[in-house]
């Protein structure tokens, strides 16, 4: 037996300005500094990267987006589920990527000013530099997509993964 849903869901947001439509060269540009922070960089790693620093940010675009291309990519329902309580759901990552949580907290959202030391040391602890490069430029970029995203109030609930 089916229960019909009777509650309207609430309306979406229209979205404030097609940035890609008035600044296409820009939307090029952070297309192709996406390419080259995804370059060599474990796409597990990546994924979580993105989805974590979209759930700080609270671009709910680039959350959607980035959990259907984690699940298409073959990540499990429980370990996005727990990214957002990552340091207390420490037994579903590894330590490298715990180390590249940390990086990624520290760099989005500053509040001191710094990513402190120790974050840094542990994250320089598991990656050789080229790949902490990658983490940063991983970082780096999601955070400004996430400020695109929240800015122009992009959309979420249409985006839909390409076929692995």
């Known amino acids: 037996m089916t229960t019909a ?33 995804a370059k060599d960089i474990d796409p597990t790693l990546y994924h979580l990267i993105k989805l974590r620093a979209s759930q700080i940010n609270r671009c709910a675009f680039c959350i959607d987006m980035h959990s259907k ?20 759901s420490r037994h579903f990552y590894t330590e490298r990527e715990l180390a590249a949580l940390a990086l990624t907290e520290a760099v989005t959202v500053l509040t001191d000013g710094f990513v402190p ?20 430029a991983a970082i780096v970029t999601i955070n400004a997509w996430n400020r695109i995203g929240v800015t122009t109030r992009m959309t979420p609930g249409h985006y839909t993964p390409r076929p692995a």
């Open 5 to 37: 849903l009777t509650e309207q869901y609430a309306h979406e947001h229209a979205p404030r300005m097609p940035l890609a439509e008035h600044l296409p060269e820009f939307y090029r540009a952070m297309i192709r500094l996406e390419t080259a922070a």
């Open 69 to 88: 291309d984690a699940l298409a990519e073959g990540e499990s329902i429980e370990r996005i589920v727990q990214l957002a309580a990552w340091e207390e």
């Open 117 to 136: 030391d120790e974050v840094y040391a542990k994250a320089a602890a598991h990656f050789d530099e080229t790949e902490l490069a990658r983490v940063i």
